[in-house]
């Protein structure tokens, strides 16, 4: 049996507030992940299915999305192994 591996999404708002999100990695991670990404990043909204209630949220109220592990491919305007000294 193959483990699937699971995606955390935390999303930090302008207010100050964050949520935090749990989803498996789609079976086409490699090719696709980075690209959907992308997607959703220019999109106006961020829809996410959660326990069976479709929640949108407008991206002009976030702040900032951290995804990990990251995608295995990235784009190559990501600036990989950077570390946060302050």
């Known amino acids: 049996m193959i483990e699937q591996r699971l ?6 708002y302008l207010n100050g507030e964050s ?3 749990e989803f498996p990695a789609p079976q086409e991670e490699k090719a696709m992940l980075a690209s959907y990404i ?4 220019t999109a106006e909204e ?6 069976n209630c479709l929640v949108v949220i407008p991206m002009q109220n ?3 999305l951290e995804i990990s592990p990251p995608p295995l491919k ?6 990989q192994g950077v570390h946060q000294i302050s």
Request: include cysteine; charge should be neutral.
């Open 62 to 64: 976030i702040q900032r």
């Open 19 to 21: 949520q935090s999100f």
């Open 7 to 12: 995606i955390s999404l935390k999303i930090c």
């Open 46 to 51: 961020l829809m996410l299915e959660v326990d």
């Open 74 to 79: 990235l784009p190559d305007t990501v600036i």
């Open 38 to 41: 992308q997607r959703i990043l």
